[in-house]
């Protein structure tokens, strides 16, 4: 059996598509097909099947992923480890939160494909729940999080830094300019925030409702930079990790409430499976990623 036709399976069990395997692999999607029933002959059972317009693993199918993960970790291992001139090539599949996608990452990927042109980089943004899933999957071979920190019995934490929430308004909002707001002043106020299972949506309202604290009003977006214009457009007032608003405090176009609690504490981690290999592509990104905090 070509050793190929896991990697082949692997795509197949990511997109749920021959035709996007095909693409990926850059192989005819008659070939793709082929080779998933040369495994299935192979094992003797059927590994995918069909469900609407994608293709699904079947759980025989879902028994030998959780194999070939480990059998493809092992031979990226192998020729990092034997082989003198070993290239950084392959895929490196990467996981973030939107916010630390866009404002703290985008820099080091860039430096990390100018070193590593014949790389290919998958990334995806999503909730810190569902990146820390789709690490314990395998479907991210790391995922960076804003979150609480990280602990998990089979996932490992690199932190990077504790990063600064603040909660920002419109330039003439009346609560601009006082000193050491009171957490009970929010309840005369609109709050706009993130989507649910965000950390610190989830963050902030466990610290309003520790102490009866009920916004006047709540609207909620995907979007961060939906919810800046709606602060800027003075329709309420929002709490954003400081990275991501900086721009706006320097232009004057947002400002930042004098209001710092004990509990605010988010950091940038890391996260990685504990028998996740690094392999030295991997290892060079988390590198890239320490120098940039």
Not at 11 to 32: C, D, I, N, P
Not at 63 to 74: F, N, P, R, S, W
Not at 255 to 280: E, G, M, V
Request: charged share 25%; aromatic share 8%; hydrophobic share 40%.
């Amino acid at each position: 059996m070509d050793i190929s036709y896991f990697y082949t399976f692997k795509e197949v069990a990511k997109w749920g598509s021959y035709t996007r395997t095909g693409e990926e692999l850059g192989y005819a999607q008659s070939s793709v097909t082929t080779q998933i029933k040369k495994l299935e002959d192979y094992y003797g059972v059927r590994l995918v099947e069909r469900a609407g317009q994608t293709m699904r693993l079947t759980q025989s199918g879902e028994q030998l992923l959780h194999y070939v993960d480990q059998v493809i970790d092992i031979l990226e291992e192998a020729e990092s480890k034997v082989s003198k001139n070993v290239q950084m090539r392959g895929t490196v599949r990467i996981g973030a939160v939107e916010s630390l996608a866009a404002y703290f990452i985008s820099k080091s990927l860039k430096a990390f494909k100018e070193q590593n042109p014949d790389l290919r980089i998958q990334l995806e943004s999503g909730l810190c729940p569902n990146l820390k899933e789709g690490v314990l999957e395998s479907h991210y071979d790391l995922a960076v999080v804003l979150d609480e920190e990280v602990k998990h019995p089979l996932l490992e934490t690199l932190l990077l830094r504790k990063e600064k929430m603040v909660i920002v308004a419109a330039n003439e909002h009346p609560l601009v300019g006082q000193e050491q707001i009171n957490i009970r002043r929010i309840e005369d106020e609109t709050l706009i925030l993130t989507e649910k299972d965000c950390s610190y949506r989830n963050m902030l309202e466990g610290i309003l409702k520790k102490r009866a604290v009920e916004p006047r009003s709540v609207i909620s977006f995907t979007s961060l930079e939906a919810i800046k214009q709606c602060v800027i457009d003075e329709l309420g007032i929002a709490m954003l990790p400081e990275m991501t608003v900086a721009g706006e405090l320097e232009n004057g176009s947002l400002r930042a409430l004098d209001f710092n609690h004990q509990d605010l504490a988010l950091y940038i981690q890391i996260i990685h499976h504990q028998k996740k290999w690094l392999s030295p592509s991997l290892e060079k990104f988390i590198q890239l990623l320490y120098e940039r905090r």
